[in-house]
């Protein structure tokens, strides 16, 4: 089977993208990183759904981006925004999608795997600058021009399946492919039990795809979405 490294970082759309890959009939190895993000408890949710999406390999790398700090995911100082805004929102971590995969294609290229995916999504998100087409493309060509296979005439392709999906399009591929959402995480700032805040981005927009997929949502509120 040809190998794929897949970015799971525990939420929805990263469990939706594994399950996907595994659907293609790839031999799937899961990368999550633990960056000092508040909401750590997502990844205790990453082993649940490595396990039982059947992965052949989980690596859980730490990488402490805490030390930047500038993002309310990482520097406890700021405030998890309840309400909706306007622009790149207080959560969105510095270049994180870009260290994020560099890492998994660094893991690729040691596995002999040259296909990575990723969850990101462009139309019902947060407006992360890392989460567009453009982004996507441009990395796939770095992954081509800066690594020894690439060189050597080996081709990387950077998969991000959900980019033109909406979230509730998300939701019900998932469901078709056998996910258990029950073991995701998605809140910025969960607590210690899983239990989601109801009131951040995550959740507003994870509560709302799941009524427009006319899904049950099996997450855990401490406050209604």
């Not at 469901?175 to 073991?183: A, I, P, W």
């Amino acid at each position: 089977m040809k190998k794929a490294v897949i970015l799971l970082s525990g939420g929805l759309d990263s469990a939706t993208s594994l399950a996907i890959a595994r659907d293609q009939g790839y031999s799937c190895y899961a990368l999550s990183l633990a960056y000092g993000q508040r909401h750590a408890v997502e990844l205790e949710a990453a082993g649940r759904i490595a396990s039982a999406l059947g992965v052949v390999e989980h690596k859980v790398i730490p990488i402490a981006l805490d030390a930047f700090g500038g993002s309310a995911l990482t520097d406890p100082g700021i405030a998890v925004p309840e309400q909706e805004g306007e622009g790149i929102p207080v959560t969105y971590v510095p270049a994180r999608n870009t260290i994020f995969l560099s890492l998994a294609l660094g893991w690729a290229e040691v596995l002999g795997a040259h296909d990575l995916f990723l969850g990101v999504n462009a139309v019902d998100y947060s407006g992360y600058p890392d989460c567009r087409p453009a982004f996507i493309e441009a990395f796939e060509r770095l992954a081509n021009l800066a690594t020894k296979a690439g060189v050597e005439g080996e081709t990387f392709r950077i998969h991000a399946p959900l980019i033109e999906m909406t979230k509730a399009e998300i939701i019900q591929t998932g469901t078709r492919l056998g996910v258990d959402y029950g073991l995701t995480i998605s809140c910025y700032q969960a607590d210690a039990q899983g239990v989601a805040c109801g009131r951040c981005d995550s959740c507003r927009l994870r509560a709302e795809g799941f009524r427009r997929a006319g899904i049950t949502d099996p997450t855990r509120y401490r406050l209604g979405p």
